[in-house]
């Protein structure tokens, strides 16, 4: 799966407790997720451009109507 620049190897989200609730190598697919105000921890594996592996961690909240 390529992007502007670089290519997705995986995405992974994790929840609290670390377990994981989804994982992709599909750039274009969605996640959702499962619970109102939740905090998940993401992982991202990218090949950039010039052939250099990267590893991205970081957190987001789902904020679900």
Do not use: H, M, P
């Not at 997705?8 to 697919?29: K, P």
């Amino acid at each position: 799966v390529e992007g502007y620049g670089f290519t997705l190897d995986t995405i992974t989200v994790y929840n609290r407790y670390g377990a994981i609730s989804y994982q992709s190598n599909n750039i274009d697919e969605g996640w959702e997720g499962e619970n109102k105000n939740e905090v998940y921890f993401v992982k991202l594996n990218i090949t950039t451009i010039k052939d250099e592996i990267r590893e991205y961690i970081f957190t987001v909240t789902a904020i679900i109507d």
